[in-house]
């Protein structure tokens, strides 16, 4: 199947610095890439959709200016957590679509944040 | 607004036949996918219905009545590696998935 890779896969980082999570599709292109947050024993919850050359759009309550989302080409997405708090402590993964196809999303590794 | 109601846990005997149940309410529905999620890991792609019936791949199989907003799926000769989170996901307009909160498999020898 198509790969999806993320990085990094765990990240350290003080409250107040950003870090940027790099999700690329490595054998295929793909015009839409999603963000999710993850809590344990939780759901995957979509934090919003990149397309290719346009802006994201952003799932209702989730704040745009911290969650900066970058798609600039058609194999890299890129989520930026700014002015990190202890509270975005979370598992964030992307997929992607693979254009040739609607129904199947692949996934990339998932990132484990941790705000100390 | 959406809707995905899964079992938060499910256990069951290695070699059995284990079914994991998904009810949905949703508007402009295309259909609906099954990923499978070990702890820490990234879900993968099990299975994808859009017409009503059952569809079997090895020893996975998945089913869809869209008029009754059910699915399920089939898990046969269970194997301890089995022992994951199943995630049920309704395709809607966009294209884009929305996830159930997953369903706990756990495997006893």
């Known amino acids: 199947g198509a790969v999806v890779s993320q990085h990094p896969s765990r990240v350290i980082c003080k409250s107040g610095t950003s870090v940027k999570i790099e999700c690329r599709s490595l054998?295929?292109?793909?015009?839409?890439m999603f963000w999710y947050r993850q809590f344990p024993k939780q759901s995957l919850m979509l934090m919003a959709t990149?397309?290719?050359?346009?802006?994201?759009?952003?799932e209702q309550g989730v704040e745009k200016d911290k969650f900066l989302i970058n798609h600039a080409s058609l194999t890299l997405s890129t989520l930026t957590v700014t002015s990190a708090h202890p509270e975005d402590s979370s598992f964030y993964i992307c997929s992607a679509r693979d254009i040739r196809s609607d129904t199947e999303a692949f996934f990339g590794q998932g990132t484990r944040l941790t705000v100390v | 607004g959406q809707s995905l109601e899964q079992p938060s846990e499910v256990t069951a005997v290695e070699g059995a036949i284990v079914q994991i149940n998904c009810t949905y309410q949703?508007?402009?529905?295309?259909?609906l996918s099954w990923y499978q999620q070990h702890d820490g890991g990234a879900p993968t792609f099990l299975s994808y219905?859009?017409?009503?019936g059952l569809e079997e791949k090895g020893r996975f199989s998945s089913f869809l009545s869209r008029s009754k907003g059910y699915s399920y799926l089939l898990l046969k000769e269970l194997q301890m590696k089995d022992s994951a989170s199943y995630l049920c996901?309704?395709?809607?307009?966009?294209?884009?998935?929305?996830f159930g909160r997953g369903t706990s498999l756990i495997v006893h020898p």
């Open positions: 996901a309704v395709i809607t307009g966009s294209y884009i998935p929305t």
């Open positions: 219905n859009a017409l009503d």
């Open positions: 990149s397309n290719e050359g346009s802006k994201a759009t952003y």
């Open positions: 054998d295929f292109q793909a015009t839409t």
């Open positions: 949703t508007s402009g529905f295309y259909g």
